[in-house]
């Protein structure tokens, strides 16, 4: 029913608005907005320490913010947790990856399907599973791991975990998903895919994905729209041409 | 003859440690729980039979009960045991109230254990639970009231309307058919989502949250079943022995169910039915010992030395057990999805 509302004003998709957070003496975010509309590839970059992935945390609920708030398709989410984000449509994954390893691959992905509380009592007549297991192979298969399915996920390389994860955050449709270095530590062919692969989404499945990435020669490419985090606070945005010529943000990478 | 009572009796004993095993399978061997109070939630079932069976028979029959109960339940439960020999039905209603109530009471205490568990880590729960069980246990030991402290209660023999061995065999019966029945629910929970999602949150219990899960619901739910189920055992326990005493259940006997988990594979449904008979023979075969070869100590004490090596050895040497968890067990392919897979496996 909000469907339609949001796409009107589809800078209502998601909102940050003013988020700091310290950790002890430390101000690791402060007072940063931004917001990311539907169906857009949206990067955040910043050097070692400027506080993208507590960002991110913050976003998918694993860390609670000091203040601010999140709108999420006109709800506030900023008190909500994480399991109930991940039902609303907020997906994330994680810096390394944390496949579930003595899961199958099928399994892993299964897990981000279906209820969040498995009824017990339902178990002892059978669950039919049959249409999610066909939709966990498709997603596999777009990501050439289908083959592995009934594999232990702690047999994987790391460049498998890492496309595991991504396929474990498509099996619950997303809206908005959240990537943290979703390249590092993949080889160029394979880190090139992944882009292409979220541009897709992007234009056939209207998915938002939300990335912080140190790779910009491969991800500014593909990106709508780029923040630059430094000490915690946002000194640059705007689209990646306009965001490579800020002098500012040169000075921020490279130093005085 | 001999033969026979012992057969009897150690099917009826598998049967019950199989039910202790299938629920400390669920919680620590799938959910990673590690439920170390699990003899209280024994101790639950078993102190239910201890302080209703004397009384509600007594009730039922129009005894008054006299005196003070820890030295006059003995004499009670003969005396009432001698009236159900000739009614079957008040057995049956005994045995079948005592089940009604002990389980339900478990499952409660089983949720209200769970909530330690959202806040403490791993070990930190594990001691809790611990100090949980023994204070059940101490308080049960000083409040003579209840079950006659340090000297136990009589429980009535609710089979005592059969004979030798029909009544033994009966007892078999009953207690394989709750075990069998335990450890398909057990099987059939192990190998469905929920069972995949208590993995889940045994590997990981960040991203099973990220990834939507109620972990607090899902603990809750599996130490209810779990609780449950050790609280049948416990019922079927006091019944079995015949009276029922405090100081039987120590933290000791929590430690043989976790034994027989490890020894038979954490994480496998078929784990606890191996780890339970695991078990089970090695406690005979020294029982063996001590009543037929003469050795210059008591095997009694020697067996948990003997126990305490075991786990160690498996522990180093074969931590998964004797029969691993093996993926995917949560997912059966049907004839289409198989035919998908290897359709497309040829095609590569």
Redesign the interface.
Same mark, same amino acid.
């Given at each position: 029913m909000r469907e339609p509302k949001s796409m009107k004003l589809d800078n209502n998709f998601f909102i940050a608005k003013n988020i700091s957070k310290s950790f002890g003496g430390l101000q690791a975010l402060h007072k940063v907005s931004l917001s990311i509309p539907e169906a857009s590839l949206t990067l955040m970059i910043g050097p070692n320490g400027s506080g993208k992935t507590t960002f991110l945390q913050i976003i998918?609920g694993?860390l609670k913010p000091d203040d601010g708030r999140l709108v999420f398709k006109d709800h506030d989410i900023t008190s909500l947790? $994480?399991?109930l984000r991940?039902?609303l449509g907020i997906?994330?994954t994680?810096q390394i990856p944390? !496949?579930? @390893?003595?899961?199958?691959v099928?399994?892993n992905v299964?897990?981000?399907a279906?209820? @969040?509380?498995? *009824? @017990?009592m339902?178990?002892?007549w059978? !669950?039919d599973? #049959?249409e999610l297991?066909?939709k966990a192979?498709n997603i596999l298969?777009l990501l050439s791991l289908? #083959?592995l399915? *009934?594999k $232990?996920a702690s047999t994987l390389s790391g460049g498998q975990m890492k496309l595991l994860e991504l396929a474990?955050?498509l099996m619950?449709d997303p809206k908005l998903l959240l990537l943290d270095e979703p390249l590092a530590g993949v080889n160029p062919a394979l880190a090139s895919r992944i882009m292409k692969f979220l541009t897709e989404l992007k234009s056939c499945r209207g998915i938002a994905a939300f990335l912080v990435e140190h790779r910009l020669d491969l991800a500014l490419k593909h990106v709508d729209f780029v923040y630059v985090l430094h000490h915690g606070r946002v000194i640059s945005q705007g689209s990646p041409d306009d965001v490579l010529e800020d002098p500012l943000v040169a000075k921020a990478y490279l130093g005085e | 003859m001999e033969v026979l009572t012992f057969v009897l009796s150690l099917g009826t004993l598998y049967s019950i440690y199989v039910i202790l095993a299938a629920s400390m399978e669920l919680e620590y061997g799938e959910l990673g729980l590690p439920n170390f109070a699990k003899v209280a939630f024994f101790a639950v079932g078993a102190f239910t039979v201890g302080a209703l069976s004397v009384r509600l028979c007594a009730t039922l029959t129009g005894v008054a009960l006299e005196g003070e109960f820890k030295l006059r339940s003995y004499y009670y439960a003969t005396l009432l045991s001698a009236r159900i020999s000739s009614n079957p039905l008040l057995g049956l209603t005994v045995f079948l109230v005592t089940l009604i109530v002990a389980v339900p009471l478990s499952m409660l205490l089983g949720i209200l254990a769970s909530y330690p568990a959202l806040r403490l880590r791993e070990d930190y729960l594990a001691t809790t639970l611990i100090a949980f069980s023994e204070i059940l246990r101490v308080i049960t030991r000083n409040y003579e009231p209840l079950l006659g402290g340090t000297f136990g209660a009589g429980v009535v023999d609710f089979l005592a309307w059969l004979r030798s061995p029909w009544r033994e065999l009966t007892m078999l019966v009953l207690c394989s058919s709750l075990a069998a029945g335990i450890w398909f629910i057990q099987y059939k929970l192990s190998t469905s989502p929920f069972g995949r999602a208590l993995r889940a949150i045994r590997d990981d219990e960040l991203a099973s949250v990220a990834y939507g899960k109620d972990v607090a619901k899902i603990r809750a739910w599996t130490m209810a079943i779990g609780s449950g189920m050790a609280s049948v055992a416990g019922v079927l326990y006091a019944f079995y022995i015949g009276s029922v005493n405090p100081d039987d259940f120590t933290v000791a006997r929590t430690f043989l169910v976790v034994l027989m988990v490890t020894v038979g594979g954490r994480g496998n449904p078929y784990g606890s039915l191996v780890g339970a008979a695991t078990y089970l023979l090695l406690d005979r075969v020294m029982l063996f010992i001590k009543h037929n070869i003469p050795l210059p100590f008591d095997v009694n004490y020697f067996s948990y030395i003997i126990l305490g090596i075991l786990i160690l050895v498996i522990i180093v040497r074969k931590p998964e057990g004797l029969i691993p968890e093996r993926p995917p067990l949560t997912v059966k392919l049907n004839k289409i999805s198989e035919s998908n897979i290897i359709q497309h496996n040829t095609e590569k």
């Amino acid at each position: 029913m909000r469907e339609p509302k949001s796409m009107k004003l589809d800078n209502n998709f998601f909102i940050a608005k003013n988020i700091s957070k310290s950790f002890g003496g430390l101000q690791a975010l402060h007072k940063v907005s931004l917001s990311i509309p539907e169906a857009s590839l949206t990067l955040m970059i910043g050097p070692n320490g400027s506080g993208k992935t507590t960002f991110l945390q913050i976003i998918s609920g694993i860390l609670k913010p000091d203040d601010g708030r999140l709108v999420f398709k006109d709800h506030d989410i900023t008190s909500l947790p $994480p399991n109930l984000r991940f039902t609303l449509g907020i997906a994330s994954t994680f810096q390394i990856p944390r !496949v579930f @390893p003595s899961l199958s691959v099928l399994e892993n992905v299964l897990m981000a399907a279906g209820d @969040p509380t498995p *009824n @017990p009592m339902r178990a002892l007549w059978g !669950v039919d599973e #049959h249409e999610l297991i066909e939709k966990a192979f498709n997603i596999l298969k777009l990501l050439s791991l289908d #083959h592995l399915w *009934n594999k $232990p996920a702690s047999t994987l390389s790391g460049g498998q975990m890492k496309l595991l994860e991504l396929a474990r955050s498509l099996m619950s449709d997303p809206k908005l998903l959240l990537l943290d270095e979703p390249l590092a530590g993949v080889n160029p062919a394979l880190a090139s895919r992944i882009m292409k692969f979220l541009t897709e989404l992007k234009s056939c499945r209207g998915i938002a994905a939300f990335l912080v990435e140190h790779r910009l020669d491969l991800a500014l490419k593909h990106v709508d729209f780029v923040y630059v985090l430094h000490h915690g606070r946002v000194i640059s945005q705007g689209s990646p041409d306009d965001v490579l010529e800020d002098p500012l943000v040169a000075k921020a990478y490279l130093g005085e | 003859m001999e033969v026979l009572t012992f057969v009897l009796s150690l099917g009826t004993l598998y049967s019950i440690y199989v039910i202790l095993a299938a629920s400390m399978e669920l919680e620590y061997g799938e959910l990673g729980l590690p439920n170390f109070a699990k003899v209280a939630f024994f101790a639950v079932g078993a102190f239910t039979v201890g302080a209703l069976s004397v009384r509600l028979c007594a009730t039922l029959t129009g005894v008054a009960l006299e005196g003070e109960f820890k030295l006059r339940s003995y004499y009670y439960a003969t005396l009432l045991s001698a009236r159900i020999s000739s009614n079957p039905l008040l057995g049956l209603t005994v045995f079948l109230v005592t089940l009604i109530v002990a389980v339900p009471l478990s499952m409660l205490l089983g949720i209200l254990a769970s909530y330690p568990a959202l806040r403490l880590r791993e070990d930190y729960l594990a001691t809790t639970l611990i100090a949980f069980s023994e204070i059940l246990r101490v308080i049960t030991r000083n409040y003579e009231p209840l079950l006659g402290g340090t000297f136990g209660a009589g429980v009535v023999d609710f089979l005592a309307w059969l004979r030798s061995p029909w009544r033994e065999l009966t007892m078999l019966v009953l207690c394989s058919s709750l075990a069998a029945g335990i450890w398909f629910i057990q099987y059939k929970l192990s190998t469905s989502p929920f069972g995949r999602a208590l993995r889940a949150i045994r590997d990981d219990e960040l991203a099973s949250v990220a990834y939507g899960k109620d972990v607090a619901k899902i603990r809750a739910w599996t130490m209810a079943i779990g609780s449950g189920m050790a609280s049948v055992a416990g019922v079927l326990y006091a019944f079995y022995i015949g009276s029922v005493n405090p100081d039987d259940f120590t933290v000791a006997r929590t430690f043989l169910v976790v034994l027989m988990v490890t020894v038979g594979g954490r994480g496998n449904p078929y784990g606890s039915l191996v780890g339970a008979a695991t078990y089970l023979l090695l406690d005979r075969v020294m029982l063996f010992i001590k009543h037929n070869i003469p050795l210059p100590f008591d095997v009694n004490y020697f067996s948990y030395i003997i126990l305490g090596i075991l786990i160690l050895v498996i522990i180093v040497r074969k931590p998964e057990g004797l029969i691993p968890e093996r993926p995917p067990l949560t997912v059966k392919l049907n004839k289409i999805s198989e035919s998908n897979i290897i359709q497309h496996n040829t095609e590569k």
